[in-house]
């Protein structure tokens, strides 16, 4: 069994299970459609991004997918640099608030072989309820930490964790500035896939385009919010 840190300081420590209805009096429940989606997001806020029908290629061999655990482990470093990539707009409005950083750190230890899935799952819902105080960018980014985490879970989290970290960079800047920061972010991330799931990626992006379009506007977006024109255009 890996050594799990328990220690203080610099190490990750374990973070509290989240005890039934501990949120119940802070966060609105939102009932889903998949049953694998956290239970812990309010409605208001929630990006729908996992499908009614599942992808069996992002669904683990002993879940009854394709993945392999070592796809799963880069699908959630991905994840993690892309909430990284917009943290400092969380800790920039609450430097003294550490559980968005935690929940990163978390999935990261997770692939590791350092941490649990359920505690890794637990940070991304304590970095999820760090933003239910919060506007704009520090609130998107806060959820991005929380969808990373949550991708030890279930790996099609890791668009939730891209299109949150999107959202918050559009919502950085000046409206008029939007669609060339979310261009930017998504270039950023597309550069960053690991080879091994890039395509997968892409073509997953390709699928639920239209679900992660949703978090920014409630009108269809008039270009595809990942910018995929097709399954393999890498370019943006």
């Known amino acids: 069994m ?9 190490s990750l420590g374990v973070v509290p299970s989240l005890a039934a209805g501990h949120l119940r009096s802070r966060v609105r429940i939102c009932r889903w459609p998949c049953l694998s ?22 669904v683990t061999i002993r879940r009854g997918g394709t993945l392999t655990d070592a796809d799963h482990r880069l699908l959630a470093l991905w994840a993690a640099l892309c909430a990284e990539h917009v943290l400092h707009l969380f800790e920039s409005a609450r430097p003294e608030d550490p559980r968005p950083r935690r929940a990163i750190e978390h999935v990261r230890a997770w692939t590791r072989g350092e941490a649990k899935m359920m505690q890794a799952r637990a940070a991304g819902g304590h970095a999820m309820a760090a933003a239910r105080e919060l506007r704009g960018a520090p609130r998107h980014a806060a959820f991005a930490a929380g969808q990373a985490a949550v991708v030890a879970h279930v790996a099609e989290h890791e668009l939730g964790a891209a299109a949150y970290a999107i959202k918050a960079a559009c919502a950085a800047v000046p409206h008029s500035q939007s669609q060339a920061a979310r261009l ?53």
């Open 2 to 10: 890996p050594h799990q840190p328990t220690g203080h300081g610099g």
């Open 37 to 58: 989606t956290p239970p812990w997001i309010a409605e208001d806020d929630v990006l729908v991004i996992l499908p009614r029908v599942r992808d069996p290629r992002l």
């Open 184 to 236: 930017q972010e998504c270039r950023w991330q597309r550069d960053q896939l690991p080879a091994a799931v890039r395509e997968l990626v892409l073509e997953d992006q390709c699928r639920r385009n239209d679900l992660a379009g949703r978090c920014s506007t409630a009108e269809p977006p008039r270009t595809p919010y990942y910018n995929v024109r097709s399954c393999r255009d890498v370019i943006v």
